[in-house]
């Protein structure tokens, strides 16, 4: 068992002494343990030169605890040394910036005991690459209607939606199916796993549908096990793991095929709070170290702090827009000076 605190008290005494090339040697440690230690990702904040990749540090703090004074305050500092600019991970598009999916006017009505249930409602929305967003709301307030619609399983009654400008709903259904065997990448809040496959062999569906070669498949597998911290449970199948190991299979599942844009339906739905936020903190690595590109619908809070942009649904309807820049913003005004 791997001693977290042990890794963080070597990774600080040696950022005091000013080793720093040691100090993060110990922090990286710490994070690919436990990705949610706030103190880890403190202390190297502190040890970059490059303000922006610090505030992107301390904006990761703040992702695991809103409310840690010391990240707030330091980003603060950072951004009135910037003279106000922000810092941190792209936010808002470029002008010249095109969205990975365009979405527009979508409409998709049900006919349920004689009446028409409006499962989403006229909803336009863009989808940033390299970026997390999140479409939250309630129960039954259309986010899965939503993410099946831009997953190309079921079909809107109205409306346009455009994968790098190309038209979804006119697509063919064996377009479609290419679509997602070789563009995106799907994790589920049941996990769907294969019960009688190893946590390797899940992985490597997706590699078995494009007729990889085998060598290929068991490289790719590999490095995604060490990428997502179970390089040691490759030979485990799904009933061997524990829920959260399980999403991460899930998540390494979805990067075989190099996708340009995961789909996350209810990611940390059957997970506690604990390993919902490791998670959490997984799939921000994928967009933080990968730029892969996440749209991740759920009803979970937190989730609000992880994402780019945040959209909520309500009856079907998109009702509001918020960027990751709007609360920072708001965090580093609530900062002591």
């Known amino acids: 068992m791997e001693n977290v605190d042990e890794f963080l ?47 992107a ?57 004689g009446q028409s249930v409006r499962a989403v409602d006229g909803v336009t929305m863009d989808i940033w690459p390299g970026r997390m967003t999140a479409v939250i709301g309630r129960s039954g307030s259309g986010k899965t209607t939503f993410l099946n619609l831009i997953a190309g399983l079921d079909q809107p009654t109205e409306g346009e939606i455009l994968i790098d400008g190309t038209d979804l709903v006119q697509m063919s259904e064996n377009d479609r199916l290419r679509l997602r065997r070789d563009r995106l990448g799907f994790v589920f ?38 990428w997502v911290g179970l390089a040691d449970r490759a030979r ?34 059957q997970l506690d709070t604990q390993t919902g936020g490791q998670i959490r903190s997984l799939l921000r690595r994928l967009v933080d170290e990968q730029g892969i590109t996440i749209l991740i619908v759920s009803h979970d809070p937190a989730v609000r702090m992880d994402a780019d942009v945040v959209h909520e649904l309500r009856d079907g309807k998109l009702v509001s827009t918020t960027w990751r820049t709007r609360r920072e913003e708001e965090a580093a005004a609530a900062a002591p000076a």
């Open 9 to 55: 008290l070597n990774g600080a005494n040696a950022a005091r002494a000013g080793n720093r090339d040691e100090a993060w040697r110990w922090l990286a440690k710490v994070v690919r343990t436990d990705p949610t230690n706030e103190s880890a990702w403190l202390w190297m904040a502190t040890l970059h030169d490059d303000p922006a990749k610090a505030a």
């Open 57 to 113: 540090c301390l904006s990761r703090v703040l992702v695991i605890n809103p409310d840690n004074t010391e990240a707030q305050a330091a980003l603060f500092e950072l951004r009135m040394k910037a003279g106000g600019e922000v810092l941190a991970r792209p936010s808002e598009p470029a002008p010249d910036e095109a969205p990975v999916v365009a979405v527009s006017h979508l409409r998709r009505l049900y006919q349920v005991g």
């Open 189 to 226: 809040q049941t996990f769907g796993l294969i019960p009688l496959l190893s946590a390797r062999e899940n992985i490597e569906v997706p590699l078995r549908m494009r007729h990889v070669p085998r060598t290929q498949r068991e490289k790719k597998s590999s490095e995604l096990l060490e």
């Open 236 to 269: 485990h199948r799904p009933y061997e793991l524990s829920g959260g190991e399980q999403q991460r299979v899930a998540i390494a599942r979805a990067l075989a095929n190099a996708p340009q844009l995961v789909l996350a339906d209810e990611p940390t739905g």
